[in-house]
């Protein structure tokens, strides 16, 4: 898909301009949502900060980074690099922050070997629900490698089924909606893990920069998404803050119930500024009504 429709498919029934001449993140919501006359809102106790949004401020100051964040109004958080800390101190920062960690990001080469039971054993330390495999290695980016990796991850969810966690999670890039060999990638992985052993922490502007529609897949596959990475995409296909951006979140979070979606974790990869991202996203987020 081409840049204009793959913004064509992100915005929906938004459009570019309407965010972008909002004052402000409560205001973008509002204007971002006219057309859905929507009600609903994200709970509070599910906004979130992904924490690699925050890596720059967190390996100078890890409490004082958590307890801005806090401070913002954030409820959760997905931990994300530890920046020399264990399991156990980053527990205790997080508590003094008054924040809760719901999943950490492990590495492939740990959850498909013998590191697992120790990544398991640190995430109830973090107090968190969900292991999640952040990306493949490039190699498995076939049709085999996928459904080798789906056996691998129905394994890795039983053990943290059987350990007391919830599922083993994916997050998901745009490479891994590719077509190959009249395959999508991600659909192999949706399609051949067991629903109650495997799920997926959503990554919408990954989805959509790989031609993918988020609001489909809550809407195809329900209960799959617990955790979503909400990041927004500028007008070039770039990053950009929540809600100062093109994708439609009224539309594409009017699946969320149907996708099971409990955390909605803001992520930036390349913020210029992370505190005024993290403020941005979570005024939007708070205000929106879809």
Known sequence: MGRRGLLAAALGAGTAAALGGAAGPAAAAQAAGRGSCGKRRIPPGGIGMHLYTMRGPLATDFAGTLQQLSDIGYATVGVSG???HNAQQIRGMIDDAGLSAVLEHVAWDIVRGSGLPQAIED???LGGQWVVVPSLPGAMHTPAGFREAARIMNEAGRACRDAGLQQVLFHNHGSD????DGEVLFDILVNETDPH????EFDVFWASRGGADPLTYFRRYPGRFPALHVKDM???GDF???GSGVLDFPRMFQGAKSGGVRQWLVEHDNPADPFATARNSYEYLAALRY
């Open 82 to 84: 530890r920046h020399g």
């Open 240 to 242: 950009a803050d929540v």
């Open 123 to 125: 995430v109830h330390t």
């Open 197 to 200: 052993l495997v799920a997926f």
């Open 234 to 236: 500028a007008e070039n």
């Open 177 to 180: 909606h590719a077509t190959v």
